[in-house]
């Protein structure tokens, strides 16, 4: 089963392409399903504290769910296109995030962690941030809002589940206790994670997450699902193959795939 649940487009502000290029390349491939999963619009920073090219507005969000469904029945029988969306989780925003996604048919949210307050630590632009803090304090910080994440009940799926390493730092202390915590929790929330392969082409040169919490998850019987999360077209599907073999190195026969909030495991 070839998939890829994690792509991004032109509407997001940082991504190239529209939405028909990255479905017409994935049939290119052979994909058996493209998730579309560009980003929620940001709704906890006033307009002027938000930088350009982050998420697509709040008055796009009707129309990508319309194209999405649209191109869903155009190439219906050419390939399997997945509603999908890249939810940021905010602290105290639980009930405003719901309120915003629950009126559309998404087959899957994607629940990831950018920001901490108002800050959006993966933007290589907002770099400062790092200095504000210690590391640790960072790290923790960040790990505890993918619990919050996961509790919430808001997503399907982790994405890129430590990507609080993309600029390449590291904790000072031992956090693997925090790790497992939290992958107990998102195990105790019945949710996926995603084998995010571009952490390959980052700073940090590794997948997301790390092989070694992709053991430790896959232990405690938290199931997996692969995103390249292509900001081109030809970038769909680029270095799943390496997810694909880390998770057959480890034993995964399966993956999890997603139809309307449910979740269906097929062979890997």
């Known amino acids: 089963m070839l998939i890829d649940y994690h792509t991004h487009h032109e509407r997001c502000g940082h991504a190239i392409g529209?939405?028909?290029?990255?479905?017409?390349?994935?049939?290119?491939?052979?994909?058996?399903?493209?998730?579309?999963s560009d980003h929620m619009p940001i709704i906890h920073l006033t307009k002027d504290k938000i930088l350009p090219g982050v998420a697509m507005e709040l008055y796009q969000l009707e129309e990508y769910v319309t194209e999405v469904l649209d191109l869903k029945k155009e190439y219906q029988k050419d390939i399997e296109i997945k509603l999908g969306l890249e939810a940021d989780y905010i602290r105290g925003y639980e009930e405003k995030i719901e309120k915003l996604l629950s009126p559309y048919p998404f087959d899957y949210i994607l629940g990831s962690i950018h920001f901490l307050g108002e800050w959006d630590l993966s933007d290589s632009r907002q770099?400062?941030?790092?200095?504000?803090?210690?590391?640790?304090?960072?790290?923790?910080?960040?790990?505890?809002?993918?619990?919050?994440?996961?509790?919430?009940?808001?997503?399907?799926?982790?994405?890129?589940?430590?990507?609080?390493?993309?600029?390449?730092?590291?904790p000072q202390s031992d956090i693997n206790p925090l790790i497992e915590t939290t992958l107990n929790v998102i195990r105790n929330a019945n949710m996926a994670m995603e084998i995010n392969v571009s952490g390959l082409y980052k700073i940090s040169k590794e997948i997301?997450?790390?092989?070694?919490?992709?053991?430790?998850?896959?232990s405690l019987g938290i199931p997996?699902?692969?995103?390249?999360?292509?900001?081109?077209?030809?970038?769909?599907?680029?270095?799943?193959?390496?997810?694909?073999?880390l998770l057959k190195k480890l034993g995964v026969?399966?993956?999890?795939?997603?139809?309307?909030?449910?979740?269906i495991m097929v062979n890997l």
């Open 253 to 263: 026969s399966k993956l999890a795939t997603f139809n309307q909030r449910n979740r």
């Open 224 to 245: 997996f699902t692969l995103g390249s999360d292509a900001h081109k077209p030809e970038h769909i599907h680029r270095g799943i193959e390496e997810g694909r073999m």
């Open 208 to 218: 997301f997450p790390a092989p070694g919490i992709v053991e430790k998850a896959i």
């Open 127 to 170: 770099m400062e941030g790092w200095k504000q803090r210690s590391i640790d304090e960072i790290f923790t910080d960040y790990y505890l809002s993918v619990q919050n994440a996961a509790k919430s009940g808001l997503y399907d799926i982790i994405g890129h589940f430590d990507i609080v390493k993309k600029y390449g730092h590291r």
């Open 18 to 36: 529209n939405l028909r290029e990255y479905v017409e390349y994935a049939i290119k491939l052979g994909l058996d399903q493209i998730g579309l």
